[in-house]
C-alpha cells in the first residue's frame, strides 16, 4: 500500500489515546498523498526546543491535560497554511475539543476547503491500556514501538535510526487513567459535530497495523 489511491484526501484520525491514530497516520500517509499532521508531535517538539509555546505547554502535556484550544488551534492553522498540505492531510490529535472542531472548519472554510472524512478508531478500553503501558517511542525520529505488539529489534534502540527509546512521561498508568477521562468528558462529544455532518465512519482498531490499515482505506475509499 504506497500508491497514492484516488488523489489526496482531508482525513481527521479520531479516537482515544492509544487506538493507533499515530501509528495508522504515519502508515497511510503515501497512500493518501497526505503529510501527517500530529499535534501531540508539534507540541513535544516545541517542549524538546524550549520554545514560548513549549515552555507554554509542558506541565498540561506531562499531566496528561488539554493544552488550551487558541494555542493548539493556532499551531494548526499555521500548519495549514504551508503548501504541502493543500491538498490533503491526514489530523492526529486534533480537533480534541467542539471549539477545536469549530477553528478546523473555519481554518479550511478560509481556504475553500472542509474535512472530507473523519475516521473513528475504536478499541476497547482494557486493549488501550495495555497499548500505552508498551509503548515505547524515538525522541530522535519519532517512530513507535510497542515491547510485545511491536518490539524493536535490538532492545530500547529504533529501527529506523539507532536513536535510544523513551516511555513518554504522560503513557505512566496514573496519567493514562486521566486522559481517557479527558477524551471522555472533552473530545468525545467532537464524534457529533461530525456524525450531525455525516462525515464520520466507524472503524475497528483492533489487530494488526496492516489490517486496521486495509479498513481506514476501504472506509474512506467507499466515501468519496
Ligand atoms: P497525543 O500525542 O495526541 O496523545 O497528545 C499528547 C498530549 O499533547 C495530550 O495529552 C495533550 O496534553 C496535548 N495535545 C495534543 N493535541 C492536543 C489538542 N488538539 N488539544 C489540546 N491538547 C493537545
Not at 482515544?16 to 508531535?41: E, R
Not at 489530523?91 to 479550511?108: I, N, S, W
Not at 466507524?202 to 468519496?224: K, L, Q, S, W
Request: net charge neutral; proline share 7%.
Amino acid at each position: 500500500m504506497d500508491e497514492p489511491s484516488r488523489g489526496p484526501v482531508r482525513l481527521v484520525l479520531f479516537g482515544a489515546p492509544g487506538v493507533g491514530k499515530g501509528t495508522q497516520a504515519q502508515g497511510l500517509q503515501k497512500w493518501f498523498g497526505a503529510p501527517h499532521v500530529s499535534t501531540g508531535d508539534m507540541l513535544r517538539a516545541a517542549i524538546r526546543e524550549g520554545t514560548p509555546l513549549g515552555k507554554q505547554a509542558r506541565a498540561v502535556v506531562e499531566r496528561g491535560e488539554l493544552v488550551p484550544d487558541a494555542l493548539v488551534s493556532a499551531l494548526v492553522a499555521e500548519r495549514l497554511a504551508q503548501p504541502d498540505v493543500r491538498e490533503g492531510f491526514i489530523l492526529d490529535g486534533y480537533p480534541r475539543t467542539v471549539r477545536q472542531a469549530d477553528d478546523l472548519d473555519a481554518a479550511l472554510k478560509g481556504r475553500g476547503s472542509a474535512v472530507d472524512v473523519v475516521v473513528n478508531l475504536e478499541v476497547p478500553p482494557a486493549e488501550i491500556v495495555e497499548r500505552l503501558a508498551g509503548r515505547r517511542s524515538c525522541p530522535a525520529c519519532g517512530a513507535v514501538y510497542h515491547v510485545r505488539l511491536k518490539p524493536p529489534k535490538a532492545a530500547d534502540l529504533c529501527d529506523a535510526c539507532g536513536g535510544r527509546l523513551t516511555q513518554r512521561l504522560d503513557d505512566a498508568p496514573d496519567v493514562v487513567q486521566g486522559r481517557l477521562r479527558v477524551y471522555e468528558a472533552q473530545t468525545a462529544p467532537v464524534l457529533e459535530h461530525y456524525r450531525s455532518r455525516g462525515l464520520l465512519v466507524d472503524v475497528d482498531g483492533r489487530g494488526t497495523p496492516d489490517e486496521v490499515a486495509a479498513r481506514i482505506v476501504e472506509a474512506v475509499e467507499r466515501r468519496r
